[in-house]
């Protein structure tokens, strides 16, 4: 597994407001929007493309174009949808499934309860949107989903994780030869006792959408 965190002094700043407990949830959207679009170029660095020509006003060009089959982008709801629009706006043309995951906070297990993919990602690129990697069970279990269904090229992007999780993940998928790669704007210091992200930001998906 591959772990990158983006190292930019935009990136930085933006993270710094989203973790400020006085961010409401409007800028705290704004922000996520704006974070995910910094990280998905970095993200996408690896992106397969082909050959193509096209016809300028003057002559023919030599250049690329996305590769079929195209990428599936996959937000994990609830807060992995605050990342969408920055991700897609990137790869617009991107194909996007939907993942319901939700960790129970007594038992900090992840439970599956939708799932929305296509039945055959054979071939695919897939760039998995959650703002947090926290224990790292939830996003294990996404890309296990990812790996049945035949994807062999993993990305997740997120927005703050923990060393705990990249430890798990890189141990729970050291038997897969796949390319694993974890995009993030930071690695944190460690987890509390709740199974929180330290310093963190808080609970992404209540400040995504306005509980708090
Ligand atoms: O790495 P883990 O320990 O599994 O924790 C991280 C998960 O917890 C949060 O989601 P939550 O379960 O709170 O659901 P929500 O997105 O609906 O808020 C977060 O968005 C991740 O999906
Ligand atoms: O710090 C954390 C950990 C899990 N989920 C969150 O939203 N925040
Ligand atoms: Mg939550």
Redesign the pocket.
């Known amino acids: 597994m591959q772990t990158l965190a983006v190292d930019h002094p935009l990136v930085a700043h933006k993270l710094t407001t989203l973790r400020d407990v006085r961010t409401d949830s409007p800028t705290f959207r704004r922000l996520a929007d704006e974070l995910v679009t910094l990280l998905a170029y970095e993200a996408t660095r690896d992106v397969r493309v082909a050959e193509a020509t096209v016809q300028t006003p003057l002559v023919p060009a030599q250049g690329v174009q996305l590769a079929s089959p195209k990428p599936l982008v996959v937000p994990?709801?609830?807060?992995?949808l605050g990342m969408l629009d920055g991700m897609t706006r990137l790869l617009p043309t991107a194909e996007v499934g939907f993942l319901?995951?939700?960790?129970d906070?007594g038992t900090?297990q992840?439970e599956t309860y939708a799932s929305r993919l296509p039945d055959d990602l054979s071939g695919r690129q897939c760039y998995v949107l959650?703002?947090?990697?926290?224990?790292?069970?939830?996003?294990a279990a996404a890309i296990r989903l990812l790996f049945e269904r035949g994807a062999d090229d993993v990305t997740a992007l997120c927005l703050l994780a923990?060393p705990e999780?990249l430890k798990y993940l890189e141990q729970a998928f050291s038997d897969i030869s796949a390319p694993i790669k974890v995009v993030t704007a930071a690695i944190d210091s460690h987890?509390n006792e709740q199974?929180f992200i330290m310093p963190g930001l808080g609970?992404?998906?209540?400040r995504l959408y306005g509980v708090v």
């Open positions: 994990i709801l609830r807060a992995g319901g995951m939700i960790r906070e900090l992840a959650d703002p947090m990697l926290a224990t790292g069970g939830t996003l923990a999780g987890l199974g609970d992404a998906g209540d």
